[in-house]
């Protein structure tokens, strides 16, 4: 004899709840994205796919022939050159650096800063939250001071003291992207309408192009 197979009621109400539901889903305009968590213990990444697995960006090496290196970088002791416009560089240490961070979720970063001789200090740091409160938050940080600057907020560091100064950053990203508010803005390529950047900064256009030439011709 065969089973009855019980079939759930699902009234309109409900219906109309699971489209709305669906919908409200669908039309959110928030996303949020982070490495996610490695799969195994470590995926040393490689370029060359024989004998490799593809996994979160890069082919991952044959466990059994990890080594040492995979997971070495030296260098950060090495001062670097800040004679630039902005005073500052970047040396990072990401998955193009050491191969065995992949999947890791982390990275390292040396930023070099060149001296600024008209404020006492060390180094000038803070993030500005999010929109409609715009809040800044500041610290002066000294040798061995740490400072926190949330995932996907502006923030910037100002070398205020009389010496180079010198800052080791951990990153959440194997590899992170950076964006330079100015650079992005006034030296995007091509470049970005000046009507919009007038409104957008109540700028004069003048002064708007003015901007774009300096940053577009730095980048560009």
Not at 11 to 28: E, G, N, Q, R, Y
Not at 36 to 44: G, K, W
Not at 63 to 74: E, G, I, N, V
């Amino acid at each position: 004899m065969a089973k009855s197979i019980k079939i759930p009621f699902i009234t309109m109400k409900t219906a109309h709840f699971i489209l709305i539901f669906c919908l409200l889903a669908l039309a959110s305009p928030f996303a949020y994205a982070c490495d996610p968590s490695p799969l195994q213990d470590f995926c040393v990444a490689i370029n060359d796919p024989k004998d490799a697995v593809f996994v979160n960006g890069k082919f991952c090496k044959d466990p059994k022939l990890a080594r040492a290196q995979d997971f070495y970088y030296s260098g950060l002791n090495i001062p670097r050159n800040t004679s630039n416009p902005v005073g500052s560089t970047v040396t990072p240490v990401n998955v193009a650096q050491i191969p065995g961070l992949n999947t890791l979720g982390i990275s390292l970063v040396r930023i070099d800063y060149a001296p600024n001789v008209v404020v006492e200090g060390t180094l000038y740091v803070g993030f500005v939250t999010s929109n409609t409160d715009n809040r800044v938050i500041t610290k002066v940080l000294y040798p061995g001071d740490v400072f926190v600057f949330p995932i996907g907020v502006i923030h910037f560091q100002f070398n205020v003291g009389k010496t180079n100064a010198v800052a080791f950053a951990a990153l959440s990203s194997q590899n992170p992207g950076v964006i330079t508010v100015a650079n992005a803005v006034f030296g995007s390529n091509p470049p970005i309408n000046p009507d919009v950047l007038v409104k957008a900064f109540q700028l004069d256009k003048n002064v708007v192009k003015n901007l774009q030439s300096k940053f577009w011709w730095a980048n560009n």
